[in-house]
Every structure is written in structure tokens, then in C-alpha cells.
């Protein structure tokens, strides 16, 4: 590009940018709005979104400030399970999960599901992997299907206080959930970390059934969640479920929804049921 090619360039910039101007502030904006009765609308409208935007904005900053101290305490003792699901994402978990310990409760594990998990060419495998983890299991669910097989071994694994009851104890128990999830790990099956025994569960999925994971959970716990990061619900059998979780006001729900969960209190909610959540908790 010549000298004089860059200039004109750089004056026809300049020049695409005035007109900006002038249309966006101008007396050439009615022209191009139509007339000077949609000029005025389209002022009016814009006013109405700036103030809608500091509502809002005001609205977080007294959520995050007023609902700290609504949850403290609520969720104290408990040891929370994070699992998520293959097409979840590390940051869904992060979003749903962001209050839980504003209300006391501690994180005991950070587990993925792999797509090993459902891949349909693994099935086979996950059925003899299942034949064989079956006898290892508490109250061991003979009939059961692989599916469910590998997700009470997963929440066993996690909460081996719960799971074991009067079978085992101490470090029996501590042993037996060593031994499933160095076979999940090894399968290939789950990733992630356990840094100690979990009485909870928070399931994040985008949706879908993820029943069999869901209800081996609530048998194996005092309370799962089930955050649904999508508006629409999936199937989660008897957990509870919040839809829009991964969102301002969904991990606020979230939260909520667990306090009633480890109350005994279960049903499905979305994110704007986040206040009266978090009321009921009182």
C-alpha cells in the first residue's frame, strides 16, 4: 500500500467514525431513526436499559453483600462431593458451587466423569468392570444395570462413612473406597481429586438423564443437588434439581437448595427461586 493509499485509508476511518457520531449523538440521528418521535423513543428506551443495568447491578452487590450472612452456618459439618458430568465444565462447577462454603460446608472431592463413561463402544467394558466391582460394594446391587453398578461404586467411593453403615468401619471402610476408586480412576472412567469423606453431593450436568448417578448419590448421602446449567431440567431422579445453575443467582439456588436438601427438604427449582430458597433456610 502506497503512502497516499494509507492516508486515504486512514482519512475514510475517520471520517465512517464522525458519521458514528453524528448519527449516535447528533442532529443526524432523527434523520436516520426515521423522525424526531422515534428519536425520542429510542432515547427513552435506551435511559429505561441504563437504569434496568444499575438495578441489576445494585441487585448483585446486595446479594453477594446480605446473602453471606442469610447462609452462615447452614451447611456447617457437611463435606460437599463436586462431580460433574463429561459436558459439564470445570467452570459450571465453580459457578454452582461458589456459595456453599459461604454457608459452612467444606469440599471433599473435585470428580469429572469421563466420556468413558457413556461412550456406547465402552459397554462391554463397563459391564465386566461392573460384574467385577459388585462384590466390593455395601448392600451390593445384585440385578442392577452397569450404569447403576459403577454409579453406587462412584458414591461409595465418596462418601464411604454413609456407605458403609454397620458393614465396615474406620479404616476398613477408608480401604474398601481406596480400592473402588483406584478402579474407576484406573478404567479411566473419572478424574479429579478426593481430599476427604463426603456426606453431600452436587452433581453438575447441562441436562439429560443422569437418574442412575443422581439417585445412587441420594442413597449414599444426607442431601444431593443435581445443577442443571441449562434452563430446561433433565431427569435426576429422586435429587433435587436446580435449573440455570450456572449463573448469578442459580449458585445462590444451589446453595439454598442444599441447605433444604441436608433438611430433608427436596424439589426441583430454577434461579429464580434462589430468595426463597434461601428464606425457607430460616
Given at each position: 500500500?502506497?503512502?497516499?493509499?494509507?492516508?486515504?485509508?486512514?482519512?475514510?476511518?475517520?471520517f465512517?467514525?464522525?458519521i458514528?457520531?453524528?448519527i449516535g449523538?447528533?442532529?443526524?440521528r432523527?434523520?436516520?431513526?426515521?423522525n424526531a418521535?422515534?428519536a425520542?423513543?429510542l432515547e427513552?428506551?435506551?435511559a429505561?436499559a441504563?437504569?434496568?443495568?444499575?438495578?441489576?447491578?445494585q441487585?448483585r452487590?446486595?446479594?453477594d453483600?446480605?446473602?453471606?450472612?442469610?447462609?452462615?452456618?447452614?451447611?456447617?459439618g457437611?463435606t460437599?462431593?463436586?462431580?460433574?458430568t463429561?459436558?459439564?465444565?470445570?467452570?459450571d462447577v465453580?459457578t454452582?458451587?461458589?456459595?456453599?462454603?459461604?454457608?459452612?460446608a467444606?469440599?471433599?472431592?473435585?470428580?469429572?466423569?469421563?466420556?468413558?463413561w457413556?461412550v456406547?463402544?465402552r459397554?462391554?467394558f463397563?459391564?465386566?468392570?461392573?460384574d467385577q466391582?459388585t462384590?466390593?460394594?455395601a448392600?451390593?446391587?445384585?440385578?442392577e444395570t452397569?450404569?447403576?453398578?459403577?454409579?453406587?461404586?462412584l458414591a461409595q467411593t465418596?462418601?464411604p462413612?454413609?456407605?458403609?453403615g454397620?458393614?465396615?468401619v474406620g479404616?476398613a471402610a477408608?480401604?474398601?473406597?481406596?480400592?473402588?476408586?483406584?478402579l474407576?480412576?484406573?478404567?479411566?472412567?473419572?478424574?479429579?481429586e478426593?481430599?476427604?469423606d463426603?456426606d453431600?453431593f452436587?452433581l453438575?450436568a447441562?441436562g439429560?438423564d443422569?437418574t442412575?448417578?443422581a439417585?445412587a448419590f441420594?442413597a449414599?448421602?444426607?442431601?444431593?443437588?443435581v445443577a442443571?446449567?441449562?434452563?430446561?431440567a433433565?431427569?435426576?431422579g429422586a435429587?433435587?434439581?436446580?435449573?440455570?445453575?450456572?449463573?448469578?443467582?442459580?449458585?445462590?439456588a444451589?446453595?439454598?437448595?442444599?441447605?433444604?436438601a441436608?433438611g430433608?427438604l427436596?424439589g426441583?427449582?430454577?434461579a429464580?427461586?434462589a430468595?426463597?430458597?434461601?428464606g425457607?433456610?430460616h
Amino acid at each position: 500500500m502506497t503512502g497516499r493509499s494509507k492516508v486515504l485509508v486512514a482519512a475514510l476511518v475517520v471520517f465512517a467514525l464522525a458519521i458514528g457520531v453524528l448519527i449516535g449523538s447528533g442532529p443526524l440521528r432523527a434523520g436516520f431513526s426515521g423522525n424526531a418521535a422515534q428519536a425520542e423513543e429510542l432515547e427513552q428506551a435506551q435511559a429505561n436499559a441504563k437504569a434496568a443495568a444499575a438495578d441489576a447491578k445494585q441487585g448483585r452487590e446486595f446479594a453477594d453483600a446480605a446473602s453471606p450472612v442469610a447462609v452462615r452456618g447452614f451447611l456447617t459439618g457437611h463435606t460437599v462431593a463436586l462431580v460433574r458430568t463429561a459436558d459439564a465444565t470445570d467452570d459450571d462447577v465453580a459457578t454452582a458451587a461458589a456459595h456453599l462454603t459461604d454457608a459452612g460446608a467444606e469440599v471433599g472431592a473435585k470428580v469429572a466423569l469421563t466420556d468413558e463413561w457413556t461412550v456406547e463402544n465402552r459397554g462391554p467394558f463397563r459391564e465386566a468392570l461392573a460384574d467385577q466391582i459388585t462384590a466390593a460394594l455395601a448392600n451390593s446391587p445384585a440385578g442392577e444395570t452397569s450404569s447403576q453398578v459403577l454409579a453406587t461404586a462412584l458414591a461409595q467411593t465418596l462418601a464411604p462413612g454413609i456407605a458403609a453403615g454397620d458393614d465396615l468401619v474406620g479404616a476398613a471402610a477408608t480401604e474398601r473406597a481406596d480400592t473402588l476408586w483406584t478402579l474407576l480412576t484406573d478404567a479411566a472412567l473419572v478424574t479429579g481429586e478426593r481430599t476427604g469423606d463426603s456426606d453431600m453431593f452436587l452433581l453438575v450436568a447441562p441436562g439429560g438423564d443422569v437418574t442412575d448417578l443422581a439417585n445412587a448419590f441420594v442413597a449414599t448421602s444426607n442431601g444431593t443437588v443435581v445443577a442443571f446449567t441449562g434452563g430446561t431440567a433433565g431427569q435426576a431422579g429422586a435429587a433435587t434439581t436446580v435449573t440455570n445453575a450456572a449463573t448469578f443467582y442459580g449458585a445462590w439456588a444451589v446453595t439454598g437448595a442444599a441447605i433444604n436438601a441436608a433438611g430433608g427438604l427436596t424439589g426441583a427449582y430454577d434461579a429464580s427461586d434462589a430468595a426463597q430458597l434461601i428464606g425457607a433456610a430460616h
